[in-house]
């Protein structure tokens, strides 16, 4: 089958289009408007999807060789995500459906970061667990199968990448900042500051304490040396990156022993990270097991992990009818089988 692929949950516009199970094209519009607002603007994040939707399916088509006419089904990200943004992608994907009569399937956005795994050849197997560090979440996931996942720890406040984007406000660098921190941290000392590791139990996560304490740390520093930050920016976020590393890789070998699991995968914005990937793979040889992180292209927001899942449904013959709703919102699983309210 040819599935289309619409990703539109944040600030990136995102069409794909899968050929039996292989990523033929994956155009990813970003939205730069929201860099003057230190953080994206819901309102405007709609509006520019509102523009740049139709363009980045019109290049995916082009770029994957095929014609409108060829499409087998609709795949789209019903939800978690901003409402106004999620209606713009999800009111496409129906009308398209609708005017050339083929199914639609709704995708948990969450669970595509995850299935993003599954584009390519070297796959994991089922049971894995999956690492999910994202800007707006913080997982760790027992992979039982495509679309039956569980949650087995989460953050109870920040997310990751969340942490990482106001670490970088406080820094004075735009948003959004951890691509940056990356950037400095490959020239910094990891061990040249010690941030806190916090204690909480099982696999959950938090990581508001981390950013306080980053808070007063700087603001510290800068009441003796106004030019602190500047200095030692390197350093800063080399050791701000390995903290938030660390937080993240313990809890991931706490629930990998717990459940002997070896197969062991990551997803998500933040597993861009150098420092959480090169940290994974040493953790991976120490302890045996088959590490996976996604290309880069596939870490981020992108439809290409919006089309593998449409996929691997399309063949479970899972559809959703033109009643379907977006979730700002949305849960794993069970769904109700049909639309459902509007969630917020
Ligand atoms: P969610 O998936 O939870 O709905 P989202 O879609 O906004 O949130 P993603 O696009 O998956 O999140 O990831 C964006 C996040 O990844 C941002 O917080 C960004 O700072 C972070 N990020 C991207 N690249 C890197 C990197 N190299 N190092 C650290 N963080 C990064
Ligand atoms: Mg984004
Ligand atoms: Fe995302």
């Not at 050929?19 to 520019?48: C, F, K």
């Not at 994202?134 to 992979?143: A, K, M, N, P």
């Not at 706490?254 to 940290?279: E, H, W």
Request: glycine letters at 8%; a negative charge; hydrophobic letters at 45%.
């Amino acid at each position: 089958p040819v599935i289309l692929g619409i990703e539109s949950s944040c600030d990136e516009t995102s069409a794909s289009v899968c050929v039996d199970g292989v990523i033929m094209s994956n155009v990813i519009a970003n939205q730069t408007i929201h860099e003057a607002y230190g953080g994206v603007v819901p309102e405007l994040a709609s509006r520019v999807h509102q523009q740049n939707i139709v363009p980045a399916v019109q290049q995916a088509l082009l770029n994957a060789k095929v014609s409108k006419n060829d499409i087998d089904a609709v795949a789209f990200t019903r939800g978690p995500g901003l409402l106004g943004s999620l209606l713009v992608g999800v009111s496409f994907a129906k009308a398209f459906a609708l005017a050339k009569k083929i199914p639609l399937i709704d995708i948990n956005h969450m669970q595509a970061h995850i299935l993003a795994h599954f584009i390519g050849d070297k796959n994991p197997s089922f049971p894995f667990l999956c690492l999910t560090v994202s800007g707006g979440h913080t997982q760790i996931v027992l992979v039982k199968d495509y679309f039956d996942m569980e949650i087995i720890g989460q953050t109870l406040d920040d997310a990751a990448g969340e942490a990482m984007d106001k670490t970088s406000k406080i820094l004075g660098l735009p948003y959004p900042g951890g691509p940056l921190i990356d950037k400095y941290a490959r020239q910094g000392n990891p061990d040249a500051y010690k941030f806190p590791e916090p204690q909480i139990p099982g696999y959950d996560f938090s990581f508001s304490g981390l950013k306080t304490s980053i808070l007063y740390f700087i603001r510290d520093n800068v009441a003796q040396n106004p030019d602190f930050v500047s200095q030692n920016m390197a350093d800063i976020c080399a050791s701000v990156e390995k903290r938030i590393a660390t937080i993240l890789l313990n809890k991931l070998q706490k629930a990998a022993q717990a459940y002997g699991i070896k197969d062991i995968a990551l997803a998500g914005g933040v597993s861009a990270n150098t420092g959480l990937r090169l940290g994974l793979q040493a953790m991976a040889e120490q302890k045996g097991w088959n590490s996976f992180i996604p290309k880069m292209e596939y870490c981020t927001d992108n439809a290409a992990m919006i089309a593998i899942a449409g996929y691997h449904k399309y063949l479970k013959g899972e559809f959703i009818g033109q009643d379907v709703a977006p979730m700002a919102r949305m849960a794993f699983a069970p769904q109700p089988p049909k639309g459902g309210a509007m969630a917020e």
